[in-house]
């Protein structure tokens, strides 16, 4: 009897726009992207197992807490991993410092990566941020916007110095520029969460790059001797 195969784990390693706040579970992008691979790859009878670990309001520092229980111990295939919308907000109690400065952001999205590719994934891919509108009362009230950018940049740059072929940029911020100029569109009356259309867009952006790389985890599989 043959052995049965083993299922492509995919995880989405993030924070509430990963896990859909505001919006009906049904409606978010990752149960979306979940139920579209499987559906595309039912009838090459692979098991694409979808996992979803994400936090509302979560930092790279917490992230960092709770990755080994909720995605290394799972041994997943491939991550999405976007984080940065909540390191770079400001709280009033920080004092004028962003939750988490630019350099521990990158150097905890850095050590994401590395324990992932040591926990043998096949593919990582690291996600910019979507733009955000959301002013600030008790500082200048474009800085979270600012930051936002900066901290993309940096996420950017991680990518092109990891220079590994298992480390990947998903530019969801570039890519939605590409489509529409107002975010106004995509986003709730917050200014940060995605509306159901942001959701929409999402979901047709991750299917294509995600269904690309599981092809190409497929392939190398059929390979290996």
Same mark, same amino acid.
Not at 157 to 164: G, N, P
């Given at each position: 009897?043959?052995?049965?195969?083993?299922?492509?784990?995919?995880?989405?390693?993030?924070?509430?726009?990963?896990?859909?706040?505001?919006?009906? $579970?049904?409606? $978010?992008?990752?149960?979306?992207?979940?139920?579209?691979?499987?559906?595309?790859?039912?009838?090459?009878?692979?098991?694409?197992?979808?996992? +979803?670990?994400?936090?509302?309001?979560?930092?790279?520092?917490?992230?960092?807490?709770?990755?080994?229980?909720?995605?290394?111990?799972?041994?997943?295939?491939?991550?999405?991993?976007?984080?940065?919308?909540?390191?770079?907000?400001?709280?009033?109690?920080?004092?004028?410092?962003?939750?988490?400065? +630019?350099?521990?952001?990158?150097?905890?999205?850095?050590?994401?990566?590395? /324990?992932?590719?040591?926990?043998?994934?096949?593919?990582?891919?690291?996600? $910019?941020?979507?733009?955000?509108?959301?002013?600030?009362?008790?500082?200048?009230?474009?800085?979270?916007? /600012?930051?936002?950018?900066?901290?993309?940049?940096?996420?950017?740059?991680?990518?092109?110095?990891?220079?590994?072929?298992?480390?990947?940029?998903?530019?969801?911020?570039?890519?939605?520029?590409?489509?529409?100029?107002?975010?106004?569109?995509?986003?709730?009356?917050?200014? +940060?969460?995605?509306?159901?259309?942001?959701?929409?867009?999402?979901?047709?952006?991750?299917?294509?790059?995600?269904?690309?790389?599981?092809?190409? +985890?497929?392939?190398?599989?059929?390979?290996?001797?």
């Amino acid at each position: 009897m043959a052995e049965p195969k083993k299922p492509i784990k995919l995880y989405f390693f993030g924070d509430s726009i990963c896990f859909g706040q505001y919006v009906s $579970t049904h409606k $978010t992008w990752t149960t979306r992207v979940s139920h579209s691979v499987s559906e595309h790859y039912k009838a090459r009878d692979i098991n694409v197992l979808t996992q +979803v670990a994400a936090v509302n309001g979560e930092t790279t520092r917490g992230a960092l807490m709770r990755l080994e229980h909720d995605v290394l111990a799972h041994s997943p295939t491939i991550v999405w991993v976007q984080f940065g919308l909540n390191d770079a907000n400001y709280w009033q109690s920080d004092r004028g410092l962003p939750r988490t400065t +630019v350099s521990s952001f990158v150097a905890n999205m850095c050590e994401i990566c590395e /324990r992932l590719q040591v926990c043998g994934t096949k593919r990582i891919l690291v996600s $910019t941020n979507h733009r955000v509108t959301k002013k600030l009362i008790h500082l200048d009230e474009d800085v979270y916007s /600012r930051n936002c950018d900066l901290y993309n940049s940096e996420l950017r740059a991680l990518v092109k110095r990891f220079a590994s072929p298992s480390v990947y940029l998903v530019d969801v911020r570039n890519e939605l520029e590409q489509i529409t100029a107002s975010p106004d569109q995509y986003l709730m009356e917050d200014g +940060v969460h995605l509306n159901e259309f942001g959701h929409s867009l999402y979901w047709e952006y991750a299917l294509r790059n995600l269904v690309a790389l599981i092809d190409g +985890v497929i392939t190398e599989s059929e390979v290996v001797v």
